[in-house]
């Protein structure tokens, strides 16, 4: 019985809001940037907006704290942790050499059926908006960790995307409207390598594919 979750009272006629939704839809905003880096929040303004008591926004608070997406400030609250540039640079740079990894092991080992259904993050349809791009981008980059089969390189790889979602959010949202068609076509690319099982070529794709974001 204590592994059920628990369940937080919200107002007469709403349903019930897990206490895990809490620390959910608090994490899915600060990757979504609606919760910019750098932002002050408080628990009573986060109890009041989710319609639940303190508690369990203190727990979430601290949860993500533990995962180095919020800052506490000692009797002054919490606040969204920047993104610094050095940051970002120690992000890149090991995302380089994680997502090298994924493809070179899949050029090698991965079933023919399996590498087609990268088939599918050949395409984006333009016009859509930027959040669009940002959950198709994430899908290809954690589909080519989850097709490893190696699960500490998933997870790794894991952790590190949703650490850059902010970075990626920030940096499209100064990007030209024809930008995500040109990143599709570097996907392309690193699929055709993939396909071809050429490991090595795409290894290289994929740090220059890195490379040019870190410099946006």
């Not at 109890?47 to 601290?62: I, T």
């Not at 399996?114 to 954690?142: C, I, K, Q, S």
């Amino acid at each position: 019985m204590d592994d059920e979750p628990t369940l937080i009272p919200q107002p007469s006629g709403a349903a019930p809001l897990l206490r895990v939704d809490v620390h959910r839809r608090l994490r899915e905003d600060i990757l979504a940037c609606r919760l910019p880096p750098g932002a002050e929040v408080t628990e009573p303004e986060l109890a009041a907006r989710f319609a639940v008591s303190k508690s369990p926004v203190r727990d979430a608070l601290l949860r993500l704290a533990q995962e180095g997406l919020v800052e506490i400030m000692p009797r002054q609250g919490y606040r969204v942790t920047p993104i610094s540039v050095a940051d970002a640079q120690e992000m890149f740079a090991l995302r380089a050499i994680l997502e090298s990894a994924c493809v070179e092991l899949l050029a090698h080992e991965a079933a023919p059926e399996a590498l087609a259904t990268l088939d599918r993050f050949r395409h984006f349809a333009p016009g859509e908006p930027a959040a669009g791009f940002v959950d198709y981008n994430r899908a290809f980059h954690l589909t080519l960790a989850e097709m490893t089969g190696n699960s500490r390189l998933r997870r790794a790889m894991s952790e590190l995307i949703d650490q850059m979602q902010r970075v990626v959010t920030v940096s499209l949202q100064t990007l030209p409207g024809q930008e995500p068609g040109a990143l599709v076509a570097q996907h392309e690319a690193i699929i055709d390598a993939v396909q071809a099982r050429k490991g090595r070529l795409a290894a290289r794709l994929v740090r220059q594919h890195v490379a040019q974001a870190q410099k946006r």
